[in-house]
């Protein structure tokens, strides 16, 4: 006697099971089978993770305009730069040359970060178009956010107009640096003067910037930035006055 042969699809499945496979079809019950709903993008992007700090990105700039770095740390930061700077170069010229390229890309971001600040606090931002305001600024508003303090003195070259100096007693970066007696003629400021290079240069008053140690009894570590302009700005400047 021949017995029909069940489908091969349900040939391992009894009876009670082919009832389980009914209740278990997509058909039969969706409820088993649906998937959690996913949660919504905005708030998987917005709401930060417990124990995650949030992103630098994300902070307002103008929130952190008084915002202070720790001296040590700035301190240590500064010198590994200048260890790391020394091991790679053929002389002391060399050395400074590097560490006023690093200020004056320092310096470009400096100026943009100000130039953002000034914009988006004032109505009425302000653009200086002459040079000795300009100098000004970058004397009292760049010294004040990169170092925390205005530099000291601007002076005016007697022998030549085309030379102007800022003086800083005692430059934050050099007061925890040692400079060895056979590289006494190095100055570490060649950062700063890197910085008021870019400054000068985004403002659109072209600058040949160097730093020189400058001495005396009251303050060691006084030292002098040297801005020779180019002859376009003093050209410049007498249209101005004409």
């Not at 099971?17 to 709903?37: E, G």
């Given at each position: 006697?021949?017995?029909?042969?069940?489908?091969?699809?349900?040939?391992?499945?009894?009876?009670?099971?082919?009832?389980?496979?009914?209740?278990?079809?997509?058909?039969?019950?969706?409820?088993?089978?649906?998937?959690?709903?996913?949660?919504?993008?905005?708030?998987?992007?917005?709401?930060?993770?417990?124990?995650v700090r949030?992103?630098?990105?994300?902070?307002?700039?103008?929130?952190?305009?008084?915002?202070?770095?720790?001296?040590?740390?700035?301190?240590?930061?500064?010198?590994?730069?200048?260890?790391y700077t020394?091991?790679?170069?053929?002389?002391?010229?060399?050395?400074?040359?590097?560490?006023?390229?690093?200020?004056?890309?320092?310096?470009?971001?400096?100026?943009?970060?100000?130039?953002?600040?000034?914009?988006?606090?004032?109505?009425?931002?302000?653009?200086?178009?002459?040079?000795?305001?300009?100098?000004?600024?970058?004397?009292?508003?760049?010294?004040?956010?990169?170092?925390?303090?205005?530099?000291?003195?601007?002076?005016?070259?007697?022998?030549?107009?085309?030379?102007?100096?800022?003086?800083?007693?005692?430059?934050?970066?050099?007061?925890?640096?040692?400079?060895?007696?056979?590289?006494?003629?190095?100055?570490?400021?060649?950062?700063?003067?890197?910085?008021?290079?870019?400054?000068?240069?985004?403002?659109?008053?072209?600058?040949?910037?160097?730093a020189h140690?400058?001495?005396?009894?009251?303050?060691?570590?006084?030292?002098?930035?040297?801005?020779?302009?180019?002859?376009?700005?003093?050209?410049?400047?007498?249209?101005?006055?004409?």
């Amino acid at each position: 006697m021949s017995y029909a042969q069940p489908h091969p699809r349900f040939s391992v499945l009894s009876s009670s099971s082919l009832a389980s496979a009914d209740h278990l079809s997509p058909a039969a019950s969706s409820t088993r089978f649906s998937l959690p709903s996913a949660p919504s993008i905005n708030t998987t992007l917005t709401t930060p993770r417990p124990g995650v700090r949030p992103n630098i990105y994300d902070r307002n700039l103008n929130k952190t305009r008084t915002a202070e770095v720790s001296a040590s740390a700035f301190a240590f930061l500064f010198s590994e730069v200048v260890q790391y700077t020394q091991k790679r170069v053929s002389g002391i010229a060399d050395l400074e040359r590097r560490l006023n390229t690093l200020g004056y890309r320092v310096g470009t971001r400096v100026l943009e970060l100000m130039s953002w600040r000034n914009e988006s606090s004032s109505k009425t931002p302000k653009r200086e178009i002459r040079f000795l305001p300009a100098l000004m600024s970058i004397h009292t508003q760049v010294w004040r956010t990169v170092f925390g303090k205005p530099a000291d003195a601007i002076e005016k070259s007697v022998e030549n107009p085309d030379e102007y100096m800022i003086i800083d007693n005692d430059p934050p970066i050099t007061r925890n640096i040692s400079v060895p007696r056979d590289m006494s003629q190095l100055s570490c400021s060649s950062f700063s003067a890197g910085i008021v290079e870019a400054v000068l240069d985004g403002l659109g008053f072209p600058a040949r910037v160097t730093a020189h140690n400058t001495p005396n009894e009251l303050y060691p570590n006084r030292t002098t930035i040297l801005i020779k302009l180019e002859k376009s700005v003093l050209e410049r400047e007498e249209t101005f006055k004409s």
